[in-house]
């Protein structure tokens, strides 16, 4: 075992002597052109080196009653250039929306727009602290409140909470909002949250946290909620649907209003999950289909850099129903101007608490806005019909290659199943694992889970025709190759990656998080 696999726990094909660095053996470096082998920081780093001068600190007393460390804590010493190479390294290992077309369902991986970023960086909003006294910061102000109407406007809805630091966490302030809402009404039997069989796993775990029992409703053979099942199980004690529109299929839930309706008629609230709102941005305003209350993640439909680019947002536009219960502080136009109210009083005093410390993600804001201002109404309206547009244009060109869950147009992502691999001994995974050979991210496979092996594709408006083209032609091959049964590229795959296939399920259940000098038997590595 090397000492790269000693200290990982991973495992690598292929022998190699003890101490020998974990790469194959074809170059005298391991290095494959480029692609730098190298050990963990700890490894290279050797007690006592350091990359600058630091002075012996003054002699002090401790105060910490006996508590201080006994020992070294065994960070290792670099000097400055191997800390650079090392994290540049890593860097180039790395798959990003900056090195290519990232077409991961559900996740919205569009280009963020390098104007977002000169924005954020503005010493007015970049040095601001959240703890400055409210009266320096009123331009910060000015910029919330103006992204909250937008927000407010392209939504249809009277108010937007804008703490929340995620779409998961949004689903969270949404269903406590409801929660409080339905405890003010006196109903708290109310004991049941209806979720649809395709949904985000974060929908039943939010209804699961609040103190809810989660009651799943099945789908029809269109890939949509099947309404009757839903009428069946709305009762008294169902206190929100939660409904993803578009759902995570790929398609506008058509019969939103009826559901809306059958929802209300039962007292319950439309909880919709608004993750996929890059398919409708600007062209359909939720409110005007009966929704209660949703959440928006700044990181998928308004550009903001996500998916280890960046810290999420995940605001929740709430109905006037909802408004009284939103988690504070509530930013509101008084006397003088804008105020910001930190505490339970007059107004605010249903309000759910606080979700999060301080304000929100500041940084997120200013490039969500930035987002909005310089696309105009008409450029976002452009932004859900481009993104329709790719969608669709993979759809047709790969409907005779892949086999698709769901006939008809989709929405921004398009759904396959593994039909098309049946009888090949290839599955979903090996072919992901294929693509990553051919230089593409995979897309989100195994979610949904109302289709077998699902391959669930969302270009982004962000796409060319040319960078379609060439991802559906490459998609089309190797679709030609496991038909033909060139079964050993698929089950070998990846073979260019800088490590080869992990054994995911130990990884997941038995991560090692942490560099350890000693040998680790869970080994994640095949
Ligand atoms: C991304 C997503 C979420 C969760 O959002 P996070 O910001 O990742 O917490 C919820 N539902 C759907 C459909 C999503 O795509």
Redesign the pocket.
């Known amino acids: 075992m090397s000492d790269w696999s000693r200290a990982t726990g991973a495992r690598l094909i292929g022998d190699r002597a003890p101490g020998e660095l974990a790469a194959p053996r074809e170059t005298i470096t391991g290095n494959r052109g480029l692609q730098i082998e190298e050990n963990l920081i700890f490894e290279q780093g050797s007690l006592g080196r350091c990359g600058i001068d630091l002075a012996d600190p003054p002699l002090f007393r401790a105060r910490l009653g006996g508590l201080e460390r006994q020992g070294p804590i065994g960070l290792p010493g670099l000097s400055e250039p191997q800390v650079v190479r090392h994290f540049t390294r890593l860097s180039q290992k790395n798959y990003a929306i900056d090195s290519g077309l990232y077409p991961l369902g ?2 919205t991986m569009k280009h963020n727009p390098r104007l977002n970023e000169k924005l954020a960086r503005l010493p007015g909003f970049a040095d601001i602290h959240p703890l400055q006294p409210v009266s320096t910061v009123p331009g910060a102000l000015v910029l919330i409140d103006t992204l909250a109407h937008w927000l407010k406007t392209l939504t249809g809805m009277p108010a937007i909470a804008l703490s929340p630091g ?4 949004g ?1 969270l302030c949404g269903i406590m909002s409801i929660r409080a809402a339905l405890e003010a009404r006196g109903e708290r039997r109310r004991s049941r949250v209806l979720v649809p069989e395709s ?2 796993g ?2 039943p775990a939010t209804a699961a946290a609040c103190g809810y029992n989660v009651d799943s409703v099945s789908g029809n053979l269109q890939g949509r909620v099947d309404i009757e099942a839903l009428r069946a199980k709305l009762d008294t004690d169902v206190a929100a649907l939660m409904l ?1 529109n578009p759902n ?1 299929c790929g398609l506008f839930e058509n019969e939103i209003l009826e559901i809306a309706a059958a929802v209300h008629a039962a007292g319950a609230f439309f909880y919709c ?1 608004g ?2 709102f890059n398919a409708i941005v600007g062209r359909v305003r939720p409110a005007d289909l009966g929704i209660d209350c949703m959440h928006l ?1 700044l ?2 439909t308004f550009s903001t850099p ?1 998916g280890g680019g960046g810290p ?1 947002s ?1 605001p929740v536009a709430l109905a006037a129903s909802l408004a009284p219960y939103a988690p504070l502080p509530w930013l509101v136009h008084g006397a003088h101007g804008l105020e910001l109210v930190e505490h339970k009083k007059g107004k605010t005093q249903q309000a759910i608490g606080r979700l999060k410390g301080f304000h929100g993600q500041m940084g997120m804001f200013v490039r969500a806005l930035a987002y909005m201002m310089s696309h105009g109404a008409d450029g976002l309206r452009q932004v859900a019909e481009d993104a329709v547009l790719n969608a669709n244009y993979l759809r047709v060109r790969l409907k005779s290659d892949l086999s698709l869950s769901f006939p008809g147009p989709c929405m921004h992502e398009v759904l396959f199943d593994d039909c098309f691999l049946r009888e090949t001994g290839i599955t979903t995974l090996d072919f992901a694992k294929a693509l990553i050979d051919e230089g593409y991210h995979p897309m989100t496979m195994y979610f949904p889970l109302v289709v077998h092996g699902a391959l669930l594709i969302e270009p982004t408006e962000t796409e060319s025709k040319a960078s379609l083209d060439h991802f559906a032609d490459v998609l089309k091959a190797l679709a030609s190759k496991a038909r033909l049964g060139d079964t050993a590229r698929f089950h070998a795959a990846p073979r260019w990656t800088p490590r080869r296939r992990l054994d995911e399920t130990a990884a997941a259940r038995k991560p090692v998080l942490r560099w350890h000098p000693e040998p680790i038997e869970q080994q994640a590595e095949q």
């Open positions: 559900s996740c995620a779409g998961a966490h689903e949904a985000h974060t929908n993803t995570t999950d993750a996929n993640n990181h998928k996500h999420g995940g």
